[in-house]
C-alpha cells in the first residue's frame, strides 16, 4: 500500500509535532543532575540523544525553542549545539538562528552563558559568527569590569579563544598579570590590593573573597559577617545554614523577597523543631512568594483541587536534595492564591504539609479519588509519576474516568512531573490519558498549563508552531534584540 | 538436626501484603503488621571497627585458640517483656562487658553466638541459627562402619562441612532495589524477589525496627540460585493494576474496582511465596521465653521445588514477630537431600541407590560431584566414570 502525497505529509507533520513536545517536556525539567530513580549519567546520555535528535530533524524549530520557556540546563544545551554546528545554513537563517541566541545568552544567568560558549570552544569551533556573537554578548554585558573579577578564568578563555579586543585596561589584566602594574579602574585596582590588605578583599564579590580569604586562615565567621553586604540574594539564602552554625547573625533573609521555589527549598532545610516554631511566619512567606510569582504571570482559575505527592522518593538526590517536595508544595501555594476555590489531597494523607518530611510509599488512586468526587474543573497532580499503592493505579482512575464518568470533558486533569526520568526521556507519565508536564521550578506552572494541550496531543503542528512564534516574539522583545525576518 | 514439628509453612498471620515495588529484577513486596504490639523489639549492634570478630565456643569460651570465625555484619538485639509492656530498642547501647567482648591477639571475641545479654535481651547473629541448623544437619556422619565410607568419616562425620552464600550487596541490583524502595507506616517485614523467585522473607517485631534494619538487607547473604538470577535477567514486569471500564458507572464503584485489583495482586504475590508461607516446613524449637518461641525451620528438600531454611520468632498466638529465611540453591538442596537419604536408610549405600531408583555406582557419581568424595575411601571412588550420571 502506498500513502498519497497528503496522507504522508499530515504524517510528518504529527511525528514532527509528537517529537517537538516530547524535547520540550524533557527540557522543562531535565537539567542533567542525579535524581532519585536514576544515575547522572544515565540523565546526560537521555538527554544529549534528544539534543541532538531534534537538532538534527528539525534544526529552524529547535532554535525556536530557546524561547519556550525551557530550563537554564537546557537554553544553555541548545546555544551550544546551535554555535557549534552551522556550515550548510543559509544566510537568513544563519542570522535569524543569530538573533535567537543572542538573546537567550541575556536571558542566561552569567555563569552558565559563560560555559555555554566555552562549550563551544571544547567541540574546536571557531568562526566569524562565533566571534560576532561573543562580540555582541560582552558588549551586552551590563559591567564587564565585574565579570573579569568574578568571572575571570572563563572571560579569559573565551578571549583566548576568539582573539576579541577587550575595553580599557581589561586586556592587561587578564593576560599580563595583575601585579605588574597599578589599575586606573577602581574595581581592578581593588582587587589588586585584596592580595595584600583585608579591607580590600571584603569589597570583592563573595565568591572571589572566599577563596583569598580561606588562603589567609580567616575566621570563617568573621569573613561572613563583614562579607555580608556583598552577597547576592541566592548566596545569602545558601549560606543561611552555614551563618547558623557559626552563629553569624547579619546573615538574616528578607524571605518576601526570594522565588517561590527558593523559598519551599530554604523552609524544607530547616530542621523540623524550628519548622513548627517558625510555621506562620514560614507559610506567610510561601504565601507571599506565590502571590508575587502571579503578579508576573497572572494566571485564573475555577475551582481547583490538587493531589500533591510526598513520598519518599521526593527525597530526590544529593544533586537535588527534596526538589520535588519543594515543587509540590510550591504548587500548592501558588494553585492556593490562583483558584477561587482550592482543595489540596497530600499522599500519604497524614501530618502537616510544611512540618511533615518525605515519607512512606506513594499512593496516588486514593488521593485522586477523594479529588475527583469534588467535581473540581481542574485536578494538578504533582508527583514524579512512579505510583506503587497499587502500581499504575492513578493512570487506570484517570482512563476510566475520561472515558466512563466525564465523557463530556468537564473535568481536566494534569500531570505535573518535577523529574525526568532518564529511560523514558521525558517525565514519567501516569497514563496514555493524562498529559504529562515536565517542571523544574513552580514558577513555570502558567507556563506549563498553556502548554499542557500540546501535551495533550490535540493541537497540531500549525498550533504548535504558533505558539512557538508568539513565544519567541515576546522573547526576543523583552532580550531587546531584532525581531526575526523569515516569521518564527 | 531432629526437628520437632512439621506444619503448613509460615502463613501471614497478624501481617498483610502490601503492593509489590519493582526495580530491575528484584522485587521487593512490603509486609504491613495488623496490631502493632510494644513488647518485642529488636536492635542491631554494629561492630564497627575493622577488626576482625571471632565467636568463642560453648564451654571453650575462654580457651584463645579455639574459636568459631564468620563475617558477621552486626549481631541483633533483642528485647521483650513477658507482660506485654513496651520495651525500647537499643541495641548499640550495650557496653562491651554486657556483649561479653573479650580481646584476643587483636581479634574481638564474642561470648558465644547466641547470649543471654540480661534478662529480657538476647543477643544473635542474623541467619547463624538457619545456617547452622543446614550446616548440622547429618554432621554426625555414618552410624553403621560400613566397609565404603573413609576412616575420616567414620571418626570426624562431615567435618569440615561448609556451604557457599553471596553477600547481598554483590547481587546485582538488589542495592538500588533497597535505596529506591518506600516504606509503608505500619510495615514490619519484606519478600525480597529477584527475577520473580522468593529469595527471602524479612519480618521484624516492629515498624521503628524494620525502618531502621531496612538497609540492612543488602548485608544479609543470600543463595547462588539468586546471585545468577539477578544477573541473567533485567527486568520484571510491573503488577500494574486494570480496571474494566465497561462495569464502572460512578466513583465509587471505580474505587471499589482498583481496591479489587489490588487485592488480587496483593494475593497473587502471597501466591509467589508460597515457598514459605504455604509449603510443609519442619521446625525446631530452640529457645523459649514469656510468650514469644525462638525457632528455625527448613522446608521439605524436594530436589525439583524451591526449598528455603530460615530462623523464626512465633509468638504464642501463632503471629510471626520476627523470621528470616535463606533460599537454598539446587546443588546445597541435592546436598541435603543425598545426606537425608543417606541417614534414612542407616547409611547404607545399596538400599539408599535402591530407593533412589539408581544403581549404586551412579549414586557414588552423585556423592562425588555433591562435593563428598571424601567420606568414601579411595578404591570405592576408582574407576568411577567422570562426569555426571
Not at chain 2, 550495650?94 to 556483649?99: E, G, M
Not at chain 2, 533460599?327 to 547404607?348: G, I, N, P, T
Request: charged share 25%; proline share 5%.
Amino acid at each position: 500500500m502506498t500513502m498519497s502525497a497528503e496522507t504522508r505529509h499530515a504524517a510528518a507533520a504529527r511525528v514532527t509535532c509528537e517529537d517537538l513536545v516530547v524535547f520540550l517536556n524533557a527540557c522543562f525539567c531535565c537539567t542533567g543532575q542525579r535524581e532519585f530513580y536514576s544515575d547522572g549519567h544515565a540523565q546526560t546520555v537521555s538527554i544529549e540523544f534528544l539534543h541532538d535528535y531534534i537538532r538534527g530533524n528539525y534544526r529552524r524549530l529547535y532554535a525556536r525553542t530557546l524561547a519556550a520557556g525551557v530550563n537554564h540546563f537546557n537554553r544553555a544545551r541548545i546555544v551550544t549545539e546551535l554555535l557549534a554546528s552551522s556550515r550548510h545554513l543559509g544566510p537568513g537563517e544563519r542570522r535569524d538562528e543569530g538573533r535567537l541566541v543572542v538573546a537567550a545568552l541575556r536571558s542566561l544567568p552569567a555563569p552558565r552563558a559563560y560555559r555555554a560558549l566555552l562549550a563551544v570552544r571544547a567541540r574546536g569551533v571557531n568562526n566569524r559568527r562565533l566571534r560576532a556573537i561573543v562580540r555582541d554578548f560582552l558588549s551586552s554585558r551590563p559591567d564587564l569590569q565585574f565579570d573579569a573579577i568574578k568571572y575571570r578564568d572563563k572571560l579569559r578563555d573565551l578571549i583566548l579563544h576568539t582573539h576579541l579586543r577587550l575595553p580599557g585596561e581589561l586586556g592587561g589584566f587578564l593576560f599580563k598579570g595583575w601585579k605588574q602594574r597599578r589599575y586606573a579602574t577602581p574595581l581592578l585596582e581593588t582587587f589588586r590590593q585584596a592580595h595584600f590588605s583585608d579591607e580590600a578583599m571584603y569589597e570583592l564579590p563573595f565568591t572571589v573573597a572566599e577563596g583569598m580569604a580561606a588562603r589567609r586562615n580567616i575566621d570563617r565567621a568573621v569573613f561572613l559577617r563583614k562579607i555580608a553586604p556583598r552577597l547576592t540574594a541566592l548566596e545569602r539564602l545558601r549560606l543561611q545554614n552555614t551563618a547558623a552554625r557559626e552563629g553569624v547573625k547579619e546573615l538574616a533573609i528578607d524571605l518576601a523577597r526570594a522565588g517561590l521555589t527558593r523559598v519551599a527549598i530554604y523552609l524544607l532545610s530547616l530542621p523540623s523543631a524550628e519548622r513548627r516554631e517558625r510555621r506562620a511566619e514560614l507559610q506567610a512567606a510561601l504565601d507571599g512568594a506565590a502571590r508575587r510569582c502571579l503578579r508576573e504571570a497572572p494566571l485564573a482559575l475555577g475551582r481547583v483541587a490538587a493531589v500533591l505527592d510526598r513520598s519518599y522518593s521526593t527525597t530526590g538526590s544529593p544533586d537535588k536534595p527534596r526538589r520535588s517536595l519543594a515543587v509540590a508544595l510550591g504548587i500548592d501555594a501558588l494553585l492556593r492564591a490562583a483558584s477561587a476555590e482550592y482543595m489540596s489531597f497530600w499522599t500519604p494523607a497524614e501530618g502537616d504539609p510544611l512540618l511533615a518530611g518525605p515519607r512512606g510509599q506513594t499512593d496516588l488512586t486514593g488521593p485522586l479519588l477523594d479529588a475527583l468526587e469534588a467535581r473540581p474543573e481542574l485536578v494538578v497532580v504533582v508527583s514524579d509519576g512512579f505510583d506503587n499503592d497499587p502500581t499504575g493505579g492513578a493512570g487506570e482512575v484517570c482512563r476510566v474516568f475520561k472515558a466512563r464518568l466525564d465523557p463530556e470533558g468537564r473535568t481536566t486533569i494534569v500531570h505535573i512531573n518535577p523529574v525526568f526520568d532518564a529511560p523514558e526521556l521525558g517525565p514519567r507519565r501516569l497514563g496514555p490519558g493524562v498529559p504529562t508536564l515536565g517542571l523544574r521550578d513552580a514558577e513555570d506552572l502558567p507556563t506549563a498549563l498553556a502548554f499542557a494541550r500540546f501535551a495533550a496531543g490535540d493541537l497540531s503542528l500549525g498550533e504548535l508552531e504558533d505558539y512557538l512564534a508568539r513565544r519567541v516574539d515576546v522573547f526576543l522583545r523583552r532580550a531587546e534584540v531584532a525581531p526575526l525576518e523569515e516569521g518564527a | 538436626m531432629k526437628f520437632d514439628d512439621t506444619s503448613e509453612g509460615l502463613g501471614l498471620r497478624g501481617l498483610q501484603v502490601a503492593p509489590a515495588q519493582a526495580f530491575g529484577a528484584v522485587r521487593l513486596v512490603p509486609l504491613l503488621k495488623e496490631h502493632v504490639r510494644e513488647d518485642l523489639r529488636l536492635g542491631t549492634l554494629e561492630f564497627k571497627d575493622r577488626r576482625p570478630h571471632a565467636v568463642g565456643l560453648r564451654g571453650q569460651a575462654d580457651a584463645p585458640t579455639v574459636a568459631y570465625c564468620s563475617y558477621i555484619p552486626h549481631a541483633y538485639v533483642l528485647r521483650w517483656s513477658s507482660d506485654g509492656t513496651a520495651v525500647a530498642a537499643r541495641g548499640a547501647a550495650l557496653t562491651d562487658k554486657q556483649l561479653g567482648l573479650r580481646e584476643v591477639g587483636g581479634v574481638r571475641v564474642l561470648h558465644r553466638m547466641v547470649r543471654q545479654e540480661e534478662p529480657g535481651a538476647l543477643r544473635f547473629l542474623p541467619l547463624h541459627l538457619a545456617m547452622e541448623g543446614f550446616l548440622s544437619l547429618h554432621f554426625g556422619g555414618p552410624d553403621v562402619a560400613w566397609s565404603e565410607y573413609s576412616r575420616q568419616a567414620l571418626s570426624h562425620g562431615l567435618s569440615p562441612r561448609r556451604e557457599r552464600a553471596v553477600l547481598g550487596s554483590y547481587v546485582h541490583g538488589l542495592e538500588d532495589a533497597v535505596r529506591m524502595f518506600e516504606i509503608h507506616e505500619r510495615q514490619v517485614g519484606a519478600l525480597v524477589f529477584v527475577a520473580d523467585a522468593l529469595a527471602a522473607m524479612v519480618v521484624f517485631p516492629h515498624p521503628d525496627d524494620y525502618r531502621a534494619l531496612h538497609r540492612s538487607l543488602v548485608r544479609d547473604f543470600f543463595g547462588e540460585l539468586v546471585y545468577q538470577y539477578a544477573i541473567l535477567y533485567d527486568d520484571v514486569p510491573a503488577h500494574r493494576v486494570a480496571v474494566r471500564e465497561a462495569e464502572i458507572s460512578d466513583l465509587a464503584g471505580l474505587r471499589a474496582a482498583v481496591a479489587r485489583a489490588r487485592a488480587d495482586w496483593t494475593a497473587f504475590t502471597a501466591d509467589m511465596a508460597a515457598g514459605v508461607l504455604r509449603e510443609t516446613l519442619r521446625w525446631k524449637t530452640v529457645h523459649r521465653t514469656g510468650p514469644f518461641r525462638l525457632r528455625r525451620f527448613m522446608s521439605a528438600l524436594r530436589p525439583d521445588e524451591d526449598n528455603h531454611i530460615g530462623e523464626a520468632i512465633v509468638r504464642d498466638s501463632g503471629e510471626l514477630e520476627y523470621c528470616k529465611t535463606f533460599r537454598l540453591s539446587a546443588a546445597q538442596v541435592r546436598r541435603a537431600y543425598l545426606l537425608e537419604k543417606l541417614a534414612q536408610h542407616h547409611w547404607d549405600l545399596a538400599r539408599t541407590a535402591e530407593s533412589l531408583g539408581v544403581e549404586v555406582p551412579a549414586l557414588l557419581v552423585r556423592l562425588r560431584n555433591a562435593g563428598f568424595g571424601y567420606l568414601l575411601k579411595e578404591h570405592v571412588l576408582k574407576n568411577l566414570p567422570s562426569g555426571t550420571v
